[in-house]
């Protein structure tokens, strides 16, 4: 069973502040992709990742993709309250279970003006 | 483009009742899948269809969970009866599928909530 675990689990930040968002797994992941979402939405799709050392930036968000490819960053710089919200992170399988995704717990991110 | 589709929103009912969520995914896309989503926490997979054939049903309770997609479209998933543990969020996604990196697309999800 492949499991994805996310740190911290709740993250309270100033407007301006910088934070980071990790995933972690013992297993290793054909893609990763973090997830935004927000109250009474569902998860909406931010960035996939394929290659191990990939570092891939969305404006002010920066996503790396482990060189082993069993983990995982999400790095937002100067974050704003627009950026609340639950991210998640979800690692692709390949193989047999090609089409499935583990996530991760989620990171709760509040950003208070 | 339209996005995937979700009916109904909110859902209250009493333990014991059956209940039903429907799910129209994107146009085109072969995979859809039906997931339970805790508050705060990340979606479980209850069952993976591609096109009308359930592929991956392990974590579905089939004792009182059901599901279908009988025309590859969309896909409707029932339980009954209900228990007051089935209080959650029921989300549906679906992806293009083969030939893409499992990117899925989510509908907004049916908040449950069983009395």
């Known amino acids: 069973t492949q499991l994805l675990e996310q740190s911290p689990q709740f993250l309270s930040i100033q407007e301006g502040e910088n934070l980071t968002v990790y995933c972690n797994s013992s297993?290793?992941?054909?893609?990763l992709q973090w997830y935004r979402q927000e109250p009474g939405e569902g998860p909406v799709l931010l960035v996939t990742?394929?290659?191990?050392?990939e570092v891939k930036k969305l404006k002010r968000l920066t996503f790396q993709f482990g060189d082993a490819r069993k983990d995982s960053s999400l790095h937002i710089t100067a974050a704003q309250p627009g950026d609340t919200g639950l991210y998640l992170c979800?690692?692709?399988?390949?193989?047999?279970?090609?089409?499935?995704?583990?996530f991760g717990q989620g990171t709760i991110l509040t950003v208070h003006p | 483009e339209a996005g995937v589709v979700q009916s109904p929103r909110y859902k209250i009912i009493e333990k014991k009742q059956p209940v039903a969520f429907w799910c129209n995914p994107i146009?085109?896309?072969?995979?859809l899948y039906w997931y339970l989503q805790n508050l705060g926490q990340g979606p479980e997979l209850l069952i993976r269809?591609?096109?009308?054939?359930?592929?991956?049903d392990s974590q579905l309770p089939k004792d009182r969970f059901s599901a279908e997609r009988l025309k590859g479209v969309d896909s409707t998933l029932k339980i009954q009866p209900a228990e007051l543990g089935d209080s959650a969020v029921y989300l549906c996604?679906?992806?293009?599928?083969?030939?893409?990196?499992?990117?899925?697309?989510f509908g907004p999800g049916t908040r449950l909530t069983v009395l």
């Open positions: 269809y591609e096109n009308e054939e359930a592929v991956d």
């Open positions: 297993s290793v992941f054909s893609s």
């Open positions: 979800a690692g692709g399988a390949g193989g047999t279970s090609y089409g499935k995704l583990t």
């Open positions: 990742v394929v290659t191990g050392g």
């Open positions: 996604a679906s992806s293009l599928g083969a030939g893409t990196y499992n990117e899925q697309f």
């Open positions: 146009s085109g896309h072969n995979t």
